[in-house]
């Protein structure tokens, strides 16, 4: 119950129901907040306790000075937590796990509960295995169930467990997007003691793209899983007050450009910007012309430009969307009024103030794609081509000859067909897709080419060469949420239909939507065929591509591309483009609106100016150009109008989490613990509560540690964590072969998450991950100097050979250190393989804070040194000193570090401790936040 020292508790009547509210005009200064700090403030005034919460800390909010560093620390408590089914599972996993420790220390099993309403939808399961034919949803969901049978069990018996935990089933959507279509509330009602009370609805989520909910108006951002489970658990997530950035919005976007396009140029901008650990708000006149789904979709990249949040104000346009999704009446009548009488109603005139200002006129916004390897990396669609061949030139083998040709680079003019790039099928004697056909790769010149011949099973040939276009996958949260592009990708593949055109044969096409909606509107649309027609199936409600669920190639393309050493490529409609992430073949991604994503399955290639250069030809032999299947804004809309209805939203959502006969059909475990079978490959009990004390023993310095990995810049959690397929011959596959799982049930690392055997295994074992402590080569291994020489073997075993001689580890890393997704696995693993601290020269917001959140200790390079200024090996022993003054209950701000040679010789430096606020301080103290949290969860029953 709040102190309310200051007077702030009132209410508010709507529709003849009366809320209690905490009014923000109860505290000076907060009219000059912007809109997400007065979100903070209103947290603060609910939840003052007079302890971890004071009146000095709501006035130091208020006071909010945008030209400061961030210095004061708040205590942020988010109205509930969403999880997606990957990181969700080690939640409930080590929830689980908790009940049986505190059980060990003499508490309450049953006080383990999430005392925040928590939300887990499962959408990171299914796997694109069968594509491009009318069955391919049914098999991959069949296919689904088979392989995770035992974790869906094991979350049925979590949500019957555990109270205010709710799982939406497979087959539903994507977490993110179902957040904004059903789960958001925009304005939470909830009964506190016996009141029923009003407050801004705040979350926070197992992943980082849960800041597309900011679209809203909701403040939410992702978190560690770890994190995560603190907040269920009734911990508020310890911040610093952030800075602001004020993003103006101004005119409308021009005939032609996608919210895709939008998205990428804001990626761009605010990444160039520098607003890592910051807030970003948007405001100005243009808000207003930015729709609903295109606010979730900029929302929704937020970590790719590496905000905390990027929120957009409450408006009609909110309202709106509310009302087409199906929410009741009265909650909307609640949005409105709450918003109104708080001042968190966007005024188009009203400009608060920022800490820092950048500005985008919408109506500059052109046509983009971004990669080949990072969404931030943008490039004009008129400069793709010439773009993608001079990347080309970091993927293939000089060996590799350049294409005599007639192109001549530097005219930039017009050329004809026959010189054009593009893959064009033969149509000649009947529908191209009535018998087998050879297709044609005409002359490319003026970069690196290795035709490699294939012939399918289906008869068709053709050359595969660098930058074939391999996956066109509509895929992800991100856009597919959005109807205006959804309906322009099936705008364009009714007019490629209608020409004879479809997916080259190399092409693995998929369409994985983030709702049933998009189904609905596409089936009442009558658009469906025509997707279906160019190769683009539903192949299942999930993140599939995106996340690395793509499935695999074309066999016989997938020879080919490894026969040759291809530089191909993957076109998605996803968020994500990392190296490794997408394929194992794949070694270029772009990310692309779904539009081109169908143009470019009909191209075929990267390889294409796609302004001046046909796409294919019709069934008369006429070439067929990108604007000839490019809809308009208009037939877009119309379509958009026509098409989406609310009953749709009602009708999907009526029982969302009840499942289908296949998850009804479920056996589910009961009981307040679970019963582990020893057994399971899947799910296991967590090591981290092994021998824990009832109070922490005192941290202590790091002494002759060793260098695990020495990293360069960018190394993202997807470098670090566990993700995509588990290959046989890795620590990971040998394991699951050694306990009798056969390799076509070996499943992702993501859908194993709840066995740590696993993923320790598959941690830094990303195929793209380049080791410079073994130079020359790619993929999870190191040196161990347990053995003479230093000989290069897996990570893993080299981990495992360390701590059987008690030797502590420590990582080296470059700039960005742990960007990506706020994988709990990327520290969860770390520190399982024995490391103790991680010394970079920036981190990424998310994996620093993990990194705390399992007793890793996170140290930056001094301000312009790195491991090469310093020249550093990988092959020294580390010392580190002074860490033991965080005993005293202070942080020391520096600790030295020795790194002692083999000839004798040091390096000495000052590394700055990177714990930034005193509740990270506690969790490394603690040893974690999880062994905090039950500490203190065991002292307070």
């Known amino acids: 119950m709040s102190v309310n020292s200051l ?3 009132a209410e508010l009547s709507v529709n003849g129901t009366n809320y209690e509210i905490f009014r923000l005009d109860a505290v000076e200064g907060s009219q000059n907040l912007p809109y997400s700090l007065k979100v903070l403030l209103e947290n603060l005034l609910r939840t003052e306790d007079g302890a971890n919460i004071t009146a000095e800390d709501i006035k130091a909010l208020a006071a909010w000075d945008p030209n400061a560093e961030p210095s004061k620390e708040i205590q942020f408590t988010p109205a509930r937590v969403i999880m997606q089914d990957f990181t969700g599972v ?7 796990t908790m009940r049986e420790a505190i059980t060990e220390l003499g508490g309450d099993p049953s006080k383990v509960n999430p005392l925040s309403p928590a939300e887990m939808v499962i959408d990171h399961s299914v796997i694109v295995e069968h594509f491009g034919t009318p069955e391919a949803f049914a098999k991959n969901v069949e296919v689904e169930y088979e392989r995770n049978r035992e974790r869906y069990q094991f979350l049925r018996w979590g949500q019957s467990a555990f109270d205010d935990f709710k799982v939406v089933p497979p087959g539903t959507g994507i977490v993110h997007q179902v957040n904004i279509e059903n789960l958001a509330r925009v304005i939470f009602p909830r009964e506190v003691n016996g009141v029923l009370q009003a407050y801004p609805d705040t979350c926070v989520g197992t992943d980082s793209h849960t800041t597309m909910v900011n679209g809203l108006g909701v403040v939410g951002w992702g978190v560690g899983g770890i994190e995560a489970e603190a907040a269920m658990l009734g911990q508020p997530v310890s911040m610093l007050i952030p800075r602001v950035v004020g993003f103006k919005l101004t005119g409308t976007l021009p005939e032609g450009v996608t919210a895709t396009d939008l998205v990428l140029t804001i990626t761009e901008m605010l990444r160039q910007h520098k ?20 606010r979730a979709t900029i929302g929704n990249m937020s970590p790719e430009y590496g905000s905390t949040i990027a929120v957009f104000p409450i ?64 490039v004009l669609l008129s400069d793709s081509k010439s773009d993608f061949r001079s990347a080309l030139a970091d993927y293939v083998e000089d060996g590799d000859e350049v294409a005599e040709g007639r192109i001549d680079e530097a005219s930039e003019e017009s050329f004809p067909a026959s010189d054009s790039p593009s893959f064009t099928a033969n149509t000649e004697g009947g529908d191209p897709e009535d018998q087998p056909h050879h297709f044609d790769s005409v002359p490319i010149s003026g970069r690196p080419s290795n035709p490699m011949p294939v012939t399918l099973a289906s008869g068709d040939s053709f050359n595969l060469d660098h930058g074939a276009v391999t996956i066109a996958a509509i895929t992800s949260c991100t856009n597919t949420s959005n109807p205006s592009v959804m309906i322009g990708a099936a705008l364009v593949a009714k ?17 994985a939507p983030g709702s049933k909606v998009v189904m609905d509107y596409y089936n009442q649309s009558g658009l469906t065929p025509y997707m279906e027609k160019l190769g683009f199936n539903l192949v299942g409600y999930g993140c599939t591509t995106c996340i690395g669920n793509s499935g695999p190639l074309i066999p016989e393309v997938s020879q080919a591309v490894n026969d040759g050493d291809l530089a191909v490529t993957a076109v998605l409609s996803g968020n994500r483009n990392f190296e490794g992430r997408i394929s194992p073949d794949i070694k270029m991604n772009y990310l692309a609106s779904p539009p081109l994503v ?4 009909i191209a075929g290639t990267m390889d294409i100016d796609l302004d001046r250069e046909p796409v294919g030809k019709d069934t008369e032999g006429n070439d067929v150009f990108m604007r000839d299947l490019w809809p308009t804004q208009a037939e877009i809309d119309e379509v958009v109008s026509t098409s989406i209805t609310k009953e749709m939203f009602t009708k999907d959502y009526a029982d969302v989490f009840a499942g289908d006969a296949q998850w009804q059909a479920l056996p589910t475990p009961t009981g307040n613990t679970f019963e582990w079978d020893d057994a399971s490959t899947y799910v296991r009990k967590a090591p981290y509560f092994e021998g824990m004390p009832e109070t922490p023993a005192p ?4 002494t002759g540690a060793r260098v695990l990995l020495k990293l360069g810049d960018s190394v993202t959690t997807d470098h670090i964590s566990p993700a995509g397929n588990i290959k046989a011959d890795s620590p990971a596959g ?8 056969e390799r076509k049930d070996f499943n992702s690392y993501g859908s194993r998450r709840g066995n740590h055997e696993v993923m320790i295994r598959g941690t830094f074992a990303n195929i793209r991950l380049r080791n410079q402590l073994a130079p020359g080569t790619e993929g999870g291994v190191t040196r161990d100097f347990t053995q003479a020489d230093g000989p290069v073997t897996s990570v893993y075993d080299a981990s495992a050979n360390y701590k059987a001689a008690n030797t502590p580890l420590v990582v080296l890393g470059g700039k960005e250190y742990g960007s990506g997704s706020s994988r709990d696995w990327a520290a969860k693993g770390t520190a399982l393989l024995g490391v103790k601290a991680v010394i970079t020269e920036s981190y990424e917001r998310i994996h620093r804070s993990n990194l705390i959140g399992m007793g890793v200790l996170p140290l930056q390079f001094p301000a312009g040194e790195s491991h090469e200024s310093l020249g550093l090996t990988g092959e020294e022993t580390f010392d580190i000193t002074g860490v033991e003054e965080l005993n005293n209950g202070t942080t020391p701000k520096t600790v030295h570090v020795a790194a002692t040679k083999a000839d004798g010789s040091t390096v000495e430096f000052e590394a700055v401790v990177r714990i930034d606020t005193p509740g990270e301080a506690d969790y490394y103290r603690n040893g974690g936040i999880l062994q905090y949290v039950l500490r203190h969860m065991k002292a307070a029953a």
């Not at 080690?90 to 689980?96: G, H, Q």
């Not at 004879?500 to 044969?505: I, M, S």
């Not at 040998?734 to 799982?741: H, M």
């Open 495 to 511: 007019k490629a239909a209608e020409k004879g055109l479809t997916r080259k044969p190399w092409v693995k096409t998929s369409l």
């Open 315 to 378: 408006d009609d346009k909110t309202t709106d969307y509310l009302r087409l999704t199906g929410r009741d009446e009265q909650q909307i009548a609640l949005v409105e009024a709450y918003a109104k009488e708080q001042g968190l109603w966007h005024d188009d005139d009203h400009e608060p103030a920022y800490s820092e200002y950048i500005e985008l006129d919408l109506s500059t916004v052109v046509p983009s794609i971004a990669g080949p390897k990072r969404p931030q990396d943008r």
């Open 598 to 601: 169908v143009v470019y399955a």
């Open 275 to 294: 607003v890592v650990g910051k807030f970003v708000e948007f405001y100005g006149p243009g808000v207003s012309a930015v729709p609903l789904a295109n």
């Open 7 to 9: 007077g702030a508790k």
């Open 734 to 741: 040998k394991y699951l072969a050694e306990n009798g799982v």
């Open 90 to 96: 080690p939640c409930v996993v080590d929830l689980a």
């Open 699 to 702: 941290v202590s310095d790091i």
